[in-house]
């Protein structure tokens, strides 16, 4: 079994550490079990409910990202990757102010980063340590701050008459159709490639990934979008299944990066925090690039 703290060449294509099958599939499904309702009662509600959840994933992302960076030696700046990061969230509150905030954030962030840096007694490696601040804040900022923009801020309404009929507001429907797709494509990747996978999608970064894994997983992420987003919001089929292959691409992109990420920095996984996911970072990799491109979508055709 390869240690998280053995050392593994760059580029090497290693093999997983062999787990029980049958645990790790078990505590997958119980943390779908824990999390999926709390998560669809975030998206119904939106607002600050929305708000605090992404916060949360920033901090959690930011917190991993920075344990695996200081680990492997960089000393990138914690406080300042979370106060950027969410400086994007609280823009996304401010519309009117939108594009003022985060380019005066911006500038605040290069008045302030550098010197901080003077004031190290060591400044090797200064430099990378700056740069490994700041794409923190874009690699996770960014996705949560766009996934609070597209969800909005209008509650979901339950009219009690006629019939109980629930009304979510578009911006709640292009989320589930991310969430959605996102998990649908996982999990069919997940099942199918451990049945039938044959072929390695990206041997040097994550071995256990395959073609048919991915194809398995593009028929859920394109059902997910015809679900949520044919009726509800009134798109074209054919639109549809192109915004479920394309949230299929980014998922398989944003799993992958990680990956990278974690082959880089030899370890395994982000964390220890989500039961046979391993930690928060681990658990939305997928969706950080997902949420890009639905956004786009939904930007182009009129959703937002």
């Known amino acids: 079994m390869q240690s998280a703290n053995e050392h593994i060449e760059p580029g090497a294509s290693t093999p997983p550490p062999q787990k029980s099958n049958r645990t790790s599939v078990g505590q997958r499904l119980l943390t779908a079990f824990v999390l999926i309702p709390v998560v669809l009662v975030v ?14 994933l920033l901090v959690l992302g930011a917190y991993e990202l920075h344990t695996m960076l200081q680990r492997a030696g960089y000393r990138p700046m914690l406080w300042l990757s979370l106060g950027w990061g969410l400086l994007f969230q609280i823009a996304v509150l401010f519309p009117a102010q939108r594009a ?3 380019e005066a954030g911006l500038g605040v962030v290069l008045l302030v980063s550098f010197p901080v840096l003077f004031a190290r007694k060591n400044l090797d490696g ?3 340590d700056w740069a490994l601040t700041l794409t923190t804040s874009l690699y996770i900022g960014v996705p949560t701050s766009l996934l609070l923009l ?4 209008g509650a979901g309404v339950v009219q009690l008459t006629p019939s109980l009929v629930v009304t979510l507001p578009h911006g709640a429907w292009w989320t589930l159709a991310t969430l959605l797709g996102v998990w649908g494509f996982d999990s069919a990747a997940f ?11 990206a041997p040097r970064i994550s071995p256990a990934k395959s073609w048919e894994g991915a194809a398995g997983g593009l028929v859920f992420s394109i059902i997910a979008s015809l679900l949520c987003t044919v009726l509800p919001l009134g798109l074209p089929w054919y639109l549809a299944v192109l915004l479920g292959i394309l949230i299929g691409i980014a998922a398989t992109f944003g799993d992958l990066s990680e990956s990278l990420i974690k082959r880089q920095m030899h370890v395994k996984d982000s964390g220890q925090i989500v039961p046979g996911h391993g930690g928060a970072l681990d658990r939305i990799d997928s969706l950080l690039f997902a949420v890009i491109v639905v956004s786009m979508f939904a930007s182009l055709v009129g959703g937002l």
Do not use: E, N, Q, Y
């Open 43 to 56: 998206v119904w509600f939106g607002g600050w409910a929305s708000f605090a959840a992404t916060l949360i």
């Open 100 to 102: 003022v905030l985060l």
């Open 150 to 153: 597209l969800r909005g801020f």
């Open 126 to 128: 200064s430099i990378i």
């Open 191 to 201: 099942f199918t490639g451990r049945l039938v996978g044959r072929h390695k999608l």
